[in-house]
């Protein structure tokens, strides 16, 4: 069975404390792993897709990478805007593979 | 492009009601979905479909049903609602490169409570 984990559920960093979130996966065969951004009341904001193990992103104070087994959100000076669950999707490779299969999120909460 | 929109926003529902939640994508995107989020649950897909006219059932399909006769709408419909299905609900919709990943763009969200 496919399964993405996420960790840790939550995160409280003060203003400027770099960190970092993971999301764990096993599959048969990624095609692709996604992360989300979401706020209170409002839907999933994409932000990366990775495709291959090695790979890497980066949008303002994020950078996402990608292993065979894990990805980091690296989340570098952050500010109190930043705060928000991050999730972590997983697409598998294969026929018909329209599926994304979501971990639970990590709630970020940013201190000014 | 005002992207995926979803109505209504908010709405409670007594046992037994039926409603339909409504989607819309103005982004030509051929594939579009239906997820429920509980908390600490994670996004579940109820139902997706990839094309207008087909639909198929996702993780969670018991209690829902679907239709799409355009590209641009995709409602999903409660018959008998249950307490079991108090949560929100978003639509998303993507197009889907032979090549590429499946970048899914969601709405707003639909907050739904049965009492």
């Known amino acids: 069975e496919d399964q993405v984990t996420q960790s840790p559920e939550a995160l409280r960093l003060q203003e400027g404390e770099s960190s970092s979130l993971n999301c764990s996966y096993t599959?048969?065969?990624?095609?692709?792993l996604f992360w989300y951004r979401q706020d209170p009341g409002k839907g999933p904001e994409f932000l990366f897709t990775?495709?291959?193990a090695g790979e890497e992103k980066e949008k303002e104070r994020l950078k996402a990478t990608l292993t065979k087994k894990e990805s980091f959100l690296h989340i570098t000076a952050p500010k109190p805007e930043d705060s928000a669950t991050y999730l972590c999707?997983?697409?598998?490779?294969?026929?018909?593979?329209?599926?994304?299969?979501f971990g639970k999120g990590t709630k970020l909460s940013v201190i000014p | 492009n005002a992207g995926v929109t979803q109505t209504p926003k908010f709405r409670i529902l007594k046992i037994g009601q039926s409603m339909t939640l409504q989607c819309a994508q103005d982004?030509?995107?051929?594939?579009m979905y239906w997820y429920r989020q509980d908390p600490g649950m994670g996004l579940k897909l109820i139902y997706y479909?990839?094309?207008?006219?087909?639909?198929d059932k996702g993780e969670v399909p018991n209690g829902y049903n679907v239709s799409r006769s355009t590209t641009e709408d995709f409602p999903l419909r409660l018959e008998l609602a249950a307490p079991s299905q108090t949560s929100v609900y978003f639509c998303?919709?993507?197009?889907?490169?032979?090549?590429?990943?499946?970048?899914?763009?969601f709405g707003p969200g639909t907050r739904l409570t049965v009492l």
């Open positions: 982004m030509n995107h051929n594939y």
């Open positions: 479909s990839v094309g207008a006219g087909i639909t």
């Open positions: 999707a997983v697409q598998i490779s294969g026929a018909g593979s329209y599926q994304l299969t």
């Open positions: 599959v048969s065969g990624l095609r692709g």
């Open positions: 998303a919709s993507s197009n889907l490169a032979v090549q590429g990943g499946n970048e899914q763009f």
């Open positions: 990775l495709y291959s």
